[in-house]
C-alpha cells in the first residue's frame, strides 16, 4: 500500500457501479466532494460522468466535442475540466481535488496523462503509472484525499472490491441487478442432495483346507504263465538199444508272472486360492427437500422474468 505520509487514497475497480457504490459510502461516512476524485471509461468507448459529478456535463462534454477542431491544447484542456472530459487523457473526472490538481497543472498535465495528476497529489511515481494503466485497461480509478483518515478510506475502498497495487481485491459480492440499484432484496433458495459412500463390509468367509478320502481301485494286468504240453506221438515199434529201466522221469520247470501292488504319491492337479473385485451397480434412492421460490402478488402488479408466480 502507499506511504500514509502523503494522505491520498487510490482505489482501482474492475466495476464502475462498484466504484459508484464506495463514492456513496465515502461519502456517507463524512467524506466531502472535494476530496473524492473519480476516473472512469463508459463501457461504449464514449466518455461518462460517474461519482459525484453533475450529469448536466453530458451536455457540456457534447459542447467541448463541437468546438475541440482548431482549438490549442490549453483551450481544449480549459474546455475538459468544464465538462470533465480531458483532452490527452480521455476519461471523465469527477470533481475533487484530482480535478483541481488536473485543473492546476493545465496542458501540461494533460501531456502528462493520468499519471502526472496522481504525481501530483503526492503518489510514487511507480505507482502513478501502475494506475495509470490499469486506467487504460478499462479500469475505474477513486482517490480520496483522506486527511488523517487513510486506513478508513481504505477499508471503505477496499470493501467495495477495490485494489491497489499492493493489494488485491476482495472477494466479489454475489448480487443481482435488482439489489446493486437498491430496488430489492436477495433470497437464496436451498435444496438438499442425495451422496453415496461406500464402505467395505465383511459378508462371508471361505476355507480352503484338504482331506485325505480312501478309494478302492483295480487295475487290470496282463500277466504270463507257463502251461505243460504233452503230446503223444505214435512210432513203428522199431529196435531200441535201451533196456527197461523203471523210475525214469523228466522234470520240466512251470513258472508264471504274478503281481505285486506298491503305492507311491503323485501331484494329481494345484488349487490357486485367491481374492478379486467384481464391480456390481446397485441403485440407491433417498428422499430430499429443496425450496422454490413461490411469488404471489396483490392488485394490479406488473411481475417480470419470474416463473413460479402463483
Do not use: C
Amino acid at each position: 500500500m502507499e506511504s500514509k505520509k502523503n494522505s491520498t487514497v487510490v482505489g482501482v475497480f474492475h466495476d464502475a457501479v462498484r466504484a459508484q457504490e464506495a463514492v456513496r459510502a465515502l461519502k456517507g461516512a463524512g467524506f466531502r466532494d472535494d476530496q473524492i476524485g473519480v476516473v472512469s471509461h463508459d463501457k461504449s468507448g464514449a466518455t461518462t460522468t460517474t461519482g459525484t459529478a453533475d450529469t448536466g456535463s453530458h451536455m457540456a462534454a457534447g459542447a467541448a466535442t463541437g468546438v475541440a477542431a482548431g482549438a490549442g491544447v490549453g483551450a481544449l484542456w480549459a474546455l475538459g475540466i468544464a465538462a470533465n472530459v480531458l483532452p490527452g487523457i480521455g476519461p471523465v473526472i469527477s470533481g475533487g481535488i484530482l480535478a483541481s490538481v488536473l485543473a492546476s497543472a493545465a496542458g501540461g498535465a494533460a501531456l502528462a496523462g493520468l499519471a502526472g495528476a496522481l504525481i501530483g497529489l503526492g503518489i510514487p511515481e511507480e505507482d502513478a503509472h501502475y494506475y495509470e494503466g490499469e486506467f487504460k485497461s478499462g479500469r475505474t480509478i477513486v482517490t480520496v484525499k483522506a486527511d488523517g483518515r487513510y486506513d478508513e478510506a481504505w477499508k471503505i475502498l477496499h470493501g467495495h472490491e477495490a485494489y491497489n497495487r499492493h493489494v488485491s481485491a476482495s472477494a466479489p459480492r454475489q448480487a443481482t441487478a435488482a439489489a446493486r440499484t437498491g430496488a430489492g432484496q436477495t433470497v437464496q433458495v436451498h435444496e438438499e442432495r442425495l451422496h453415496a459412500h461406500k464402505t467395505p463390509e465383511k459378508v462371508g468367509e471361505v476355507n480352503v483346507r484338504k482331506e485325505v478320502v480312501t478309494e478302492q481301485q483295480t487295475l487290470h494286468v496282463p500277466v504270463t504263465r507257463e502251461e505243460v504240453v504233452i503230446e503223444r506221438h505214435p512210432v513203428s515199434g522199431h529196435a531200441s538199444s535201451q533196456s527197461i529201466r523203471a523210475g525214469e522221469e523228466i522234470r520240466i520247470p512251470v513258472s508264471e508272472e504274478r503281481v505285486r501292488v506298491s503305492k507311491d504319491t503323485v501331484v494329481k492337479e494345484e488349487v490357486s486360492v485367491g481374492k478379486r473385485k467384481v464391480t456390481d451397480t446397485e441403485q440407491v434412492s433417498g428422499t430430499v427437500r429443496k425450496e422454490e421460490v413461490k411469488v404471489s402478488t396483490e392488485g394490479d402488479v406488473n411481475v417480470r422474468g419470474d416463473k413460479g408466480r402463483k
